[in-house]
């Protein structure tokens, strides 16, 4: 098992990511990330979906997704092909604000924690980084008091000038 991207040009309308996300659990495989967004153009959107799955599953996916009707492009990536970030909303309570700030201001470096709100007894914490430092951030984050977070399905692009457009 290993993680692959599959990433999807689709029709722009209702019922699609329906019909996409039913094609995964028909096959029993499951979803680690799911982000969607129209592209420049209205009318397509744009499927980033992250598996954990061996490369038959990941080549019989794209192949079955191709076919699909209000599906415009799909193709599988390893991860290692793509340059991808997610996105993570953490909101802290604290007990003594000078210890967050340090443990934040060692963790600068492979992350950039930007506090974004502040209150006497939280603080909620934006990172954008690629998924492992994201992991890596909650993880170092448990010697406080998590109460809620929020992150972002993977937004992913093809290294170098390439685009899923080209490949067409």
């Given at each position: 098992m290993r993680q692959q991207v599959l990433s999807l040009l689709v029709s722009n309308h209702f019922g699609v990511l329906n019909r996409v996300t039913s094609i995964f659990s028909r096959r029993t495989c499951n979803i680690?990330?799911?982000?969607?967004?129209e592209?420049?153009?209205?009318?397509?959107?744009?499927?980033?979906?992250?598996?954990?799955?061996?490369?038959?599953?990941?080549?019989q996916l794209e192949k079955i997704l191709?076919?699909?009707?209000?599906?415009?492009?799909?193709?599988?990536?390893?991860?290692?092909e793509l340059i991808s970030r997610e996105l993570l909303l953490i909101k802290i309570k604290y007990d003594n604000l000078y210890l967050l700030e340090n443990r934040l201001d060692e963790l600068k470096q492979q992350c950039s924690p930007k506090v974004i709100d502040r209150t006497e007894s939280t603080v909620t914490i934006l990172v954008s980084s690629e998924r492992s430092r994201i992991n890596q951030f909650i993880l170092d984050m448990r010697d406080f008091n998590i109460i809620e977070l929020c992150r972002t399905g993977v937004a992913s692009l093809n290294k170098g000038a390439g685009t899923l457009y080209d490949m067409e």
């Open positions: 680690v990330s799911l982000t969607v967004a592209t420049l153009n209205p009318e397509i959107s744009r499927i980033t979906i992250l598996i954990e799955a061996d490369l038959d599953m990941g080549l191709q076919k699909q009707e209000d599906v415009i492009k799909a193709e599988i990536f390893p991860v290692t």
